[in-house]
């Protein structure tokens, strides 16, 4: 299984900031990199799928790099509606796998 | 605009079994595949099964397989998870979700549904 680890678990950061997300895959999976946001007992949302392209409608604050086994997410100027859970998840291969997450908080 | 309602949880015994509904909307469900993805309270994304679009092509999570059986009903728009010899460690938020293809490999959910909550307790 290609396991997906995500750093930092947590990070409090303030509305503006720059704030950067990385996801580490234990193989190569190519661009086959998703990234999600989810906010306390919501379903998850699609940001990015590819790698770097944006779903259709989310905002271009958002933007997603990376080949291979690592990849970013990285939010230019994070508003207080972006303050929720991150995922990635790999889907070069069975079984899907996700990283573990990563709380961004209000510093 | 598209939308999935999951349906069919609730409270099972160990041992016990439940089938989870997930009806679609504003989309040809029929063209796409469709996945279920869990998360435990308080834990991460898990992913549980994929389908194909036909139904043909099914794939699971080593820790669902042969307990769990994914199906869907493209005359009725629906997914189903029918899930036996539950177990504790299966209590979880269940999501469905749209794929972006056909396949049900290389899956990555589009748009999810809202959950239902199965618990698994005596």
């Known amino acids: 299984d290609i396991q997906m680890t995500q750093s930092p678990s947590s990070l409090s950061a303030s509305v503006g900031d720059r704030v950067t997300i990385t996801c580490r895959a234990s193989q190569d999976i190519s661009n086959y990199l998703a990234w999600f946001q989810q906010k306390p007992g919501k379903a998850p949302k699609s940001l990015i799928y590819?790698?770097?392209t944006l779903q259709s409608g989310v905002p271009s604050r958002f933007s997603g790099s990376g080949s291979g086994t690592d990849f970013t997410l990285t939010i230019s100027s994070l508003q207080p509606e972006d303050f929720a859970t991150y995922y990635c998840?790999?889907?070069?291969?069975?079984?899907?796998?996700f990283g573990g997450g990563t709380k961004v908080e209000i510093e | 605009e598209v939308h999935l309602l999951e349906s069919g949880g609730g409270l099972a015994q160990p041992g016990g079994s439940l089938r989870l509904s997930c009806a679609a909307s504003?989309?040809?469900?029929?063209?796409?595949?469709m996945s279920w993805v869990r998360q435990a309270p308080g834990k991460g994304l898990e992913w549980v099964s994929s389908?194909?679009?036909?139904?043909?092509?099914?794939d699971y999570a080593d820790s669902v397989q042969g307990r769990f059986a994914m199906s869907r009903d493209n005359s009725k728009n629906t997914l189903y998870l029918q899930m036996n010899n539950l177990r504790a460690d299966d209590t979880a938020v269940y999501y469905c979700?749209?794929?972006?293809?056909?396949?049900?490999?290389?899956?990555?959910?589009?748009?999810w549904g809202q959950g239902t909550l199965v618990t698994v307790s005596s």
């Open positions: 590819g790698a770097s």
């Open positions: 979700a749209k794929g972006a293809s056909s396949s049900a490999y290389y899956f990555y959910g589009t748009v």
């Open positions: 389908i194909s679009s036909s139904g043909a092509t099914t």
């Open positions: 504003g989309f040809t469900f029929s063209s796409y595949a």
């Open positions: 998840q790999q889907y070069n291969s069975s079984p899907l796998t």
